[in-house]
């Protein structure tokens, strides 16, 4: 069966720079989440969509925006890149039509900031 | 104090061993319950989903939530190398279908041959 696709996989960026990653939900499914998970850290929600309407938000800092597009797919933009924002991105996609349906996760992106 | 409290082990057990996974929360608001599975530099896979208390069983898995002391656990039967990962515990209290999670911080499980 089709996952969440996330891309890049693996990503290295200088500090202040700019990222951007990807991801694709399974297929019919609307809402999509972002997550943060540092080294050694449980996964921290920042921000989901649903039908490319943001839904809820949570710790994600300012320098951080996201968005889904038509197709159901999202990205995260991370501008001025610090050091601590260096951790697993995790993106997640569900079915809002049956509420309490579960969130399955992509692989996640590998975010180093040097 | 974190919402979500667990136990960030490691746990080891010898293969073929019951194991016995806790979460306890603060959140009575809390209604939808998950166990993933992550392996080191992976995305977390669901495992187990239960809704509000009681008992579910998935093969050599089981999960329970008891509502009422605020606890859930996760049991895996005849345990296995190959289950060797981190088991996070996660919830939500949605009802709208916007699934905010909240997660443990995972126990770390070691399953030796």
């Known amino acids: 069966a089709a996952g969440v696709i996330q891309s890049p996989r693996h990503l290295i960026k200088e500090k202040r720079e700019t990222a951007t990653l990807k991801c694709y939900p399974i297929?019919?499914?609307?809402?999509v989440y972002w997550y943060q998970q540092g080294p050694g850290q449980d996964p921290q929600f920042l921000i989901s969509f649903y039908e490319k309407m943001q839904s809820d938000k949570g710790s994600i800092p300012d320098r951080f925006s996201a968005q889904q597009f038509s197709d159901y797919h999202s990205e995260l933009n991370m501008s001025s890149l610090e050091l601590g924002d260096s951790a697993l991105y995790f993106c997640?996609?569900?079915?809002?039509?049956?509420?309490?349906?579960?969130?399955?996760f992509g692989e996640g992106s590998w975010l180093t900031v040097v | 104090q974190k919402e979500v409290e667990q136990d960030p082990g490691p746990l080891s057990v010898p293969e073929g061993a019951i194991v016995s996974l806790n979460c306890t929360y603060s959140n009575s608001a809390f209604q939808y319950f998950m166990w993933y599975r992550q392996y080191s530099r992976k995305g977390p896979e669901l495992l187990m989903y239960?809704?509000?208390?009681g008992n579910k069983e998935d093969g050599r898995f089981t999960a329970q939530v008891d509502k009422s002391s605020k606890y859930i656990s996760l049991f895996i039967r005849d345990s296995q190398p190959s289950d060797s990962a981190t088991y996070l515990c996660a919830m939500s209290a949605s009802s709208t279908g916007f699934q905010k999670l909240v997660f443990g911080t995972g126990t770390r499980l070691l399953v030796s041959p």
């Open positions: 297929p019919r499914h609307d809402t």
């Open positions: 239960t809704y509000s208390s």
């Open positions: 997640a996609s569900s079915l809002r039509q049956f509420s309490g349906n579960t969130i399955y």
